[in-house]
């Protein structure tokens, strides 16, 4: 099988000197967008006869005044950025921060998530079982990197913080904006990652992670289950009513607290398995779901394991 791998470009900081024209926001594509900040994609003009491929650029939303903690925290990321090498994380362009802050990335076709929309709106099936499995092997071999060589948490694992080329012949993992150190046991580095802390986003996020409990590289592992289970069931994990309920949830909803507490309530648990869903056709996404969001970090499998056994399934 051909290896598709990141392009290593030559890894600088942009200065107000470089030729790098950066036009208005109206003028760029949207990708994407997190807290504080937009993911923009600069198509690059020819230089020299030679077609050159776009970028994705992060940059503050235009809400945001410039300051020290997001300045800080992409500076972190393009630090980060650089020093990582790895065909399923996305590459590093540049990072600019005097005239524009940005960090300038690999452009990839199209987020997972934005993915599961376009099927959402379509009325689509869910995705076929080999394109799950090429997401646990890719994005397995992205986090058993940043596991072991890099000791880093990701933090944040869901849909739309993976970016995937042409029909799933690439899979990779973005938005390294709130990793934390990880010890040489793959244990949270309490004393590196100092005391502002952030555990990603709550509907993807581990039973440690929402009840307390010890936070490690099997804490990236239940949300890349939650993602096998948004591949199947084509909506965001722990939104679903169950039909036997509706009636009554839905009368008990006075309001959108009300609501939020509904759905929140289920936070750190393994939603049921779509009914939508074939479990002898989907039998091996299915394995790996459950294997990946036991409630026991300990039973859930490592990164390398999870990639070696979607590899297979794939063969």
């Keep these: 099988m051909t290896e598709f791998r990141t392009p290593i470009k030559t890894n600088k900081v942009v200065d107000g000197n470089d030729n790098i ?16 900040v937009s993911v923009m994609q600069l198509v690059r003009s020819p230089k020299a006869g030679q077609i050159r491929s776009p970028w994705a650029l992060k940059m503050l939303n235009k809400r945001v005044k410039p300051n020290k903690v997001y300045t800080e925290r992409l500076q972190a990321e393009a630090d980060l950025l650089q020093r990582m090498s790895h065909p399923n994380i996305v590459g590093f362009r540049a990072f600019g ?40 092997a890719d994005i397995g071999n992205a986090l058993d990197y940043l596991h072991t060589k890099m000791q880093i948490l990701h933090g944040d ?10 029909d799933f012949v690439i899979c990779k ?43 490690s590289s099997k804490t990236d592992i239940w949300p890349l289950g939650l993602v096998f289970w948004e591949m199947m069931a084509l909506m965001p994990p722990h939104t679903q009513i169950d039909d036997d309920t509706l009636d009554e949830s839905v ?14 309530a289920r936070y750190g648990t393994r939603p049921a398995i779509p009914s939508n ?13 459950c294997a990946c969001t036991q409630t026991e970090p300990e039973l859930r499998p490592l990164a390398s394991s999870l990639a070696s056994a979607a590899a297979a399934a794939l063969t």
């Design 173 to 215: 993992l973005c938005d390294f904006g709130v990793t934390l150190p990880l010890d040489e046991n793959g244990i949270l580095d309490k004393e590196k990652a100092g005391k502002s802390v952030y555990y990603g986003t709550e509907a993807w996020s581990a039973p440690e992670v929402i009840h307390g409990g010890t936070i």
């Design 21 to 36: 024209c950066i036009p208005p926001s109206p003028f760029l594509n949207r990708l994407g967008y997190g807290t504080g």
């Design 251 to 264: 009368d008990s909803m006075e309001d959108e607290d009300s609501m939020m507490d509904y759905f929140s």
């Design 277 to 289: 869903i074939c479990p002898v056709k989907y039998e091996q996404p299915l394995a790996l779901l």
């Design 97 to 136: 921060k005097t005239k524009i802050l940005y960090l300038g990335m690999e452009a990839c076709d199209l987020s997972l998530g934005d993915m599961i929309e376009n099927k959402i709106e379509e009325d689509s099936e869910p995705f076929a079982p080999k394109y799950i499995l090429k997401v646990a």
């Design 157 to 166: 694992i869901k849909s739309y913080n993976i970016l995937v080329n042409g």
